[in-house]
């Protein structure tokens, strides 16, 4: 049997995890900080698992200089359940925030009148709104993105959905291969575009099927410098990509992530959400006025003010989980000091740099699957001699052979995929590209 040294695995998630970390981990798992009980076994809401999620958000605050007007919430159901919690909260926030200016504005208008009446006016105007001004912007650019977007109209109604870009649309095979140019998204306009403004603009920052990369944040989804109420709120699955490089978290009404590729173990999501969208700022609709409006309420687990009044401790989490995720960036604030998560991406650019550059030195046996500007340094998708599944089958036995793990492409796609994530070392991206060059020299003989 191969040695954990022999094996570099480069599956898509759960993916590799430090050494050091689990080495920790096995010790944290028998008899943590000397209590003589293990980790998961202590209490959530002991003492000791409050401080393990101090520790955690103040290393996340840390790696991304996150400002204080954004709160850091730790919740599970993965990003999939993320794809619903968004709907729900967001939604929920545009409804208040269209209820209160609406009562503003009736109220001064109809000065003296009984609040039945005027109440009876605000949910008018709301349903008005709802119909004709309600849509959530999503750019659909890979599987998850799509499928986020499919989510949303199984939700509210595909009537309120805009899918502003489809990249399928520009591929001949209707394949994810490319971004759109932004001149060409359908955005909802916003207000100071003369517009209604949409409840949130979502995309997927990496997407791990497809291998495609948002390569900066998008132009056109700058502040416009109007109302916080009236910007764009942007929202970003970053669960493959994040801390692998920089991100401006101002840019961002709310990002989420799955901790099973750069993070931590699986069961654990995190979520970094603008403080304003959360009570006291902003109230969470009463369930009985989304009903009457004839949008859904969703499970209480999934409620961001729910979560972030309770510490993100309303059920029980796994504090295991949380601590496996905060050792992990304590190795990266430990290992680049300073530089924080910009060392990281320093490597991993690298790392995507040499993989890529061997697979264009052989364009005859290796085909990258996505335009170049848009190539995913997470996830490297290749066809092997255009897709044979012979040849494929011949050279992931080959990678298996040499201890390279994990680069069978996902199932919907096929190919090669090489998950490039950050607990992959430098070394190991190098011994894979050896391996990606010596099976394509054999091809000449």
Same mark, same amino acid.
């Given at each position: 049997?191969?040695?954990?040294?022999?094996?570099?695995?480069?599956?898509?998630?759960?993916?590799?995890?430090?050494?050091?970390?689990?080495?920790?981990?096995?010790?944290?798992?028998?008899?943590?900080?000397?209590?003589? /009980?293990?980790?998961?076994?202590?209490?959530?809401?002991?003492?000791?698992?409050?401080?393990?999620?101090?520790?955690?958000?103040?290393?996340?605050?840390?790696?991304?200089?996150?400002?204080?007007?954004?709160?850091?919430?730790?919740?599970?159901?993965?990003?999939?359940?993320?794809?619903?919690?968004?709907?729900?909260?967001?939604?929920?926030?545009?409804?208040?925030?269209?209820?209160?200016?609406?009562?503003?504005? @009736?109220?001064?208008?109809?000065?003296?009148?009984?609040?039945?009446?005027?109440?009876?006016?605000?949910?008018?105007?709301?349903?008005?709104?709802?119909?004709?001004?309600?849509?959530?912007?999503? /750019? *659909? !650019?890979?599987?998850?993105?799509?499928?986020?977007?499919?989510?949303?109209?199984?939700?509210?109604?595909?009537?309120?959905?805009?899918?502003?870009?489809?990249?399928?649309?520009?591929?001949?095979?209707?394949?994810?291969?490319? @971004?759109?140019?932004?001149?060409?998204?359908?955005? !909802?306009?916003?207000?100071?575009?003369?517009?209604?403004?949409?409840?949130?603009?979502?995309?997927?920052?990496?997407?791990?099927?497809?291998?495609?990369?948002?390569?900066?944040?998008?132009?056109?989804?700058?502040?416009?410098?109007?109302?916080?109420?009236?910007?764009?709120?942007? *929202?970003?699955?970053?669960?493959?990509?994040?801390?692998?490089?920089?991100?401006?978290?101002?840019?961002?009404?709310?990002?989420?992530?799955?901790?099973?590729?750069?993070?931590?173990?699986?069961? %654990?999501?995190?979520? @970094?959400?603008?403080?304003?969208?959360?009570?006291?700022?902003?109230?969470?609709?009463?369930?009985?006025?989304?009903?009457?409006?004839?949008?859904?309420?969703?499970?209480?687990?999934?409620?961001?003010?729910?979560?972030?009044?309770?510490?993100?401790?309303?059920?029980?989490?796994?504090?295991?989980?949380?601590?496996?995720?905060?050792?992990?960036?304590?190795?990266? %604030?430990?290992?680049?000091?300073?530089?924080?998560?910009?060392?990281?991406?320093?490597?991993?650019?690298?790392?995507?740099?040499?993989?890529?550059?061997?697979?264009?030195?052989?364009?005859?046996?290796?085909? *990258?699957?996505?335009?170049?500007?848009?190539?995913?340094?997470?996830?490297?998708?290749?066809?092997?001699?255009?897709?044979?599944?012979?040849?494929?089958?011949?050279?992931?036995?080959?990678?298996?052979?040499?201890?390279?793990?994990?680069?069978?492409?996902?199932?919907? *796609?096929?190919? @090669?995929?090489?998950?490039?994530?950050?607990?992959?070392?430098?070394?190991?991206?190098?011994?894979?590209? /050896?391996?990606?060059?010596?099976?394509?020299?054999?091809?000449?003989?």
């Amino acid at each position: 049997m191969p040695s954990r040294e022999e094996i570099t695995y480069f599956g898509a998630g759960p993916a590799l995890l430090p050494t050091s970390v689990l080495q920790a981990a096995s010790q944290a798992l028998l008899n943590f900080d000397s209590t003589g /009980l293990g980790l998961a076994e202590h209490s959530h809401r002991s003492p000791l698992a409050n401080q393990v999620l101090a520790d955690t958000k103040a290393n996340l605050k840390n790696l991304l200089d996150i400002p204080d007007d954004y709160e850091t919430l730790f919740m599970q159901a993965g990003g999939s359940g993320e794809f619903s919690a968004v709907v729900y909260n967001l939604v929920g926030a545009w409804v208040e925030r269209r209820r209160r200016k609406a009562e503003k504005e @009736i109220l001064a208008a109809e000065e003296g009148k009984p609040s039945d009446a005027v109440q009876a006016k605000v949910l008018e105007r709301l349903r008005k709104e709802v119909a004709e001004e309600l849509r959530l912007d999503y /750019l *659909v !650019t890979g599987s998850w993105s799509l499928k986020a977007s499919q989510e949303a109209a199984r939700l509210i109604g595909a009537e309120h959905v805009n899918v502003a870009v489809d990249a399928r649309k520009e591929s001949d095979g209707g394949k994810f291969l490319t @971004i759109p140019g932004e001149s060409t998204w359908r955005l !909802t306009p916003s207000k100071k575009e003369g517009g209604p403004g949409s409840a949130f603009v979502y995309y997927c920052d990496n997407e791990t099927v497809d291998g495609v990369e948002f390569p900066s944040f998008p132009k056109c989804l700058e502040s416009q410098g109007g109302d916080e109420e009236d910007e764009r709120l942007i *929202v970003a699955d970053m669960s493959s990509n994040i801390l692998s490089r920089h991100v401006d978290v101002k840019k961002f009404a709310l990002i989420f992530a799955g901790a099973q590729k750069n993070v931590g173990t699986t069961g %654990l999501t995190l979520l @970094i959400i603008r403080k304003s969208l959360l009570p006291p700022v902003t109230a969470s609709p009463s369930p009985a006025l989304m009903r009457s409006l004839n949008l859904p309420n969703g499970p209480i687990v999934l409620d961001y003010p729910t979560i972030a009044k309770n510490n993100s401790l309303y059920n029980t989490l796994s504090i295991f989980d949380v601590w496996v995720a905060g050792q992990v960036m304590g190795e990266i %604030l430990g290992r680049f000091g300073v530089q924080k998560v910009s060392g990281m991406e320093l490597v991993a650019n690298e790392k995507a740099r040499t993989l890529y550059g061997t697979l264009d030195q052989w364009p005859s046996v290796y085909q *990258v699957v996505p335009s170049p500007s848009v190539r995913s340094r997470m996830n490297i998708c290749f066809r092997v001699h255009g897709g044979d599944a012979e040849k494929e089958k011949e050279w992931l036995k080959g990678a298996e052979e040499r201890g390279l793990m994990g680069l069978k492409g996902h199932r919907s *796609v096929g190919g @090669i995929r090489c998950s490039n994530y950050n607990s992959i070392p430098l070394e190991g991206a190098k011994k894979l590209a /050896l391996y990606l060059e010596e099976y394509a020299q054999g091809q000449k003989s």
